[in-house]
């Protein structure tokens, strides 16, 4: 299963796709799935503070309806690496940085989300769809608005890096971006969404989108 079509010239008015990533618990799930999230992303480097095991986000993953994308998140697997995650949780899209898909193979049925980074070099030919995040992942770090925005001209973008509650509404209005993805932004801790922020973000996070003003 891929990320829903999307066409970038009628982005003013298509939903805005909205990511809520590095899913930890149960009560995150229901939170994001209640504010109507499009994606839920569950983190597999083991460094990470949001770490879960392939196993407990199969557990967690049962109770997302169909409709919502469940994104395995990696940052530069081996290629045993995602096989071990693939062998107990079968996301619908696998997220890495975009070089590590010249030498991984990812499952047939399972879509790819290549990630590019603030001030980390272009690919020659660009995906039709991006996710656009800082330098280092899970940092809380900004990213570049002014390079997304650029890409956003040339392709999809799914803005991550920074977002919060309160800056949302702004790197919308200035990216206009295909989606946005959040999640340090919107925790009581590293891995604990907090329900209220995740409702909030999305709330504003559209209500841009559609033009200020606009009722819900």
């Not at 618990?25 to 209640?34: F, K, M, R, S, Y």
Request: glycine share 10%.
């Amino acid at each position: 299963m891929s990320l829903p079509p999307q066409s970038h010239q009628h982005a003013a008015v298509a939903p805005l796709w909205v990511k809520v990533c590095g899913m930890t618990t149960a009560e995150g799930i229901d939170a994001a799935v209640a504010a109507g999230v499009d994606a839920v992303g569950f983190v597999f480097f083991p460094q990470s503070k949001r770490y879960v095991s392939p196993e407990r986000a199969a557990r967690l993953a049962a109770s997302v309806p169909k409709h919502i994308v469940k994104v395995a998140v990696f940052l530069h697997p081996s290629q045993a690496e995602l096989d071990a995650v693939l062998g107990g949780f079968r996301p619908d899209v696998v997220q890495t940085d975009h070089v590590d898909f010249f030498r991984l193979t990812v499952p047939s049925g399972i879509g790819v989300l290549p990630v590019l980074r603030s001030g980390g070099e272009l690919p020659g030919t660009l995906p039709k769809r991006v996710l656009f995040e800082g330098p280092v992942s899970g940092t809380g770090t900004t990213a570049d608005w002014s390079s997304a925005l650029t890409l956003a001209r040339r392709c999809e973008v799914i803005l991550a890096g920074g977002l919060t509650p309160a800056n949302v509404a702004d790197a919308v209005r200035i990216v206009a971006p295909f989606g946005v993805d959040v999640s340090s932004g919107v925790e009581q801790a590293p891995g604990v969404k907090d329900p209220e922020r995740i409702a909030e973000f999305i709330r504003a996070a559209r209500q841009q989108h559609r033009g200020p003003g606009t009722e819900q």
